[in-house]
């Protein structure tokens, strides 16, 4: 099956911060969404991005589907983004489709 | 919009009671809804895909007589988990995709069951 690999694991910023979170995968999508898990363990829908840019506040994404990789940008962190980011591609096999997630990337902003 | 409401946030029960837990989605139709397993500090695994008036499909290794799924309506899928046992203790958290959307739209996602068995 595809492989999703996020990197890096775990990020610590100090509040005001930039970072940049890597999704890479390992065969042509369908689709692509980044998910932020908070501490409660809601995942919320930050982008639905199977190509191209968005931004959304001091979010944004890039996916450049040819190479097969996406980027989530972090701006001027606050210590409410902390928790876990996850990319999820999605396959469509046969009439039939799956979203398979990375292991995710925890982050901690620390004040 | 496309809210997906998950019941309850959590259980906590003795070992061999079955447990049912509720997927509903609330301002739209759901032909297609999925159920995932997270255990501490892992990612999201997809358990089976909810069909309306059919059979689930379940991925490789989930025992479809432990976890009894049942999507009787475009708004309701329903998971049971039969004769619990600690080892099933998790996080399930369900997705629905909005009618029409077509195969590669969104998924949206309640916000999970937080299930221990003691």
């Known amino acids: 099956g595809i492989q999703v690999e996020q990197s890096p694991p775990d990020l610590i910023l100090q509040e005001g911060a930039n970072s940049t979170l890597r999704c890479n995968f390992s065969?042509?999508?369908?689709?692509l969404q980044w998910f932020h898990q908070n501490p409660w363990g809601q995942l919320i829908n930050l982008f639905y991005?199977?190509?191209g840019t968005k931004q959304n506040g001091r979010l944004s994404a890039t996916t450049v589907a040819t190479e097969r990789y996406s980027l989530l940008y972090i701006s001027s962190s606050q210590t409410t983004d902390s928790g876990v980011y996850f990319c999820a591609v999605l396959l469509l096999n046969s009439g039939y489709s799956t979203l398979t997630f990375g292991k995710g990337t925890m982050l901690l902003v620390s004040p | 919009g496309a809210v997906v409401s998950q019941h309850p946030s959590r259980v906590i029960c003795k070992s061999g009671t079955s447990v049912k837990i509720e997927c509903r989605s609330l301002?739209?139709?759901?032909?297609?809804m999925f159920w995932y397993r997270q255990f501490p500090k892992q990612s999201l695994m997809l358990m089976a895909t909810?069909?309306?008036?059919?059979?689930?499909?379940?991925e490789q290794g989930v025992e479809k007589d432990k976890f009894l799924i049942n999507h009787a309506s475009l708004t309701l899928s329903t998971l049971t988990v039969t004769s619990a046992h600690p080892e099933d203790s998790s996080f399930y958290i369900c997705?629905?995709?909005?009618?029409?959307?077509?195969?590669?739209?969104?998924?949206?996602f309640g916000d999970g069951t937080r299930l221990s068995i003691l």
């Open positions: 909810s069909n309306e008036g059919s059979k689930a499909t379940y």
């Open positions: 997705s629905a995709r909005i009618h029409g959307g077509g195969l590669v739209s969104p998924q949206h």
């Open positions: 065969d042509s999508v369908n689709n």
């Open positions: 991005i199977p190509s």
């Open positions: 301002d739209f139709q759901a032909t297609t």
